[in-house]
């Protein structure tokens, strides 16, 4: 099996409209993936903090109910283990990046996954270490477009 690590700018895609969600048909495929047993999908904790500030500060009145919806998808959560804290640290360093956007990544790296996100510009900063692409060359069969 396929393991998939979406992060927050993935997750959000499947509970925000379309107009304010570019590519959520590609982060529906994922999930649909997901529950077809096609990918496995793994995430640190720390997806509900960054996904309950965004949904509060754009939907404030809807955003218990869409964390809940979030997490009645199927997201398993990983320990966070020494080496994924110093992969994360590592790339915090290396590309001058977010802890927040360096943990999933460095979760798909521990772990043989792939990193999926929507964030172009981390992206364009940490790409070369692999293991990570763009929500928008995802496919619906489980697989990269790349």
């Not at 495929?29 to 960054?50: D, M, Q, T």
Request: glycine share 8%; hydrophobic share 45%.
């Amino acid at each position: 099996m396929n393991l998939v690590v979406p992060d927050a700018s993935v997750i959000l895609k499947w509970v925000l409209p379309e107009r304010i969600a570019p590519d959520r048909e590609n982060a529906l495929a994922l999930r649909r993936a997901a529950e077809s047993g096609a990918v496995e999908l793994l995430v640190p904790a720390l997806w509900r903090f960054e996904v309950g500030n965004t949904l509060g500060r754009l939907l404030p009145n809807r955003a218990v109910e869409l964390i809940g919806l979030c997490e009645a998808c199927g997201l398993r959560e990983s320990k966070l283990t020494r080496e994924w804290l110093h992969e994360t640290m590592g790339l915090v360093v290396r590309y001058s990046v977010s802890f927040y956007d360096a943990s999933y990544h460095a979760l798909a790296l521990v772990h043989g996954g792939e990193f999926v996100t929507a964030d172009l510009s981390y992206i364009r900063k940490a790409a070369g270490v692999g293991q990570v692409q763009a929500l928008a060359s995802w496919k619906s069969d489980g697989k990269s477009a790349r």
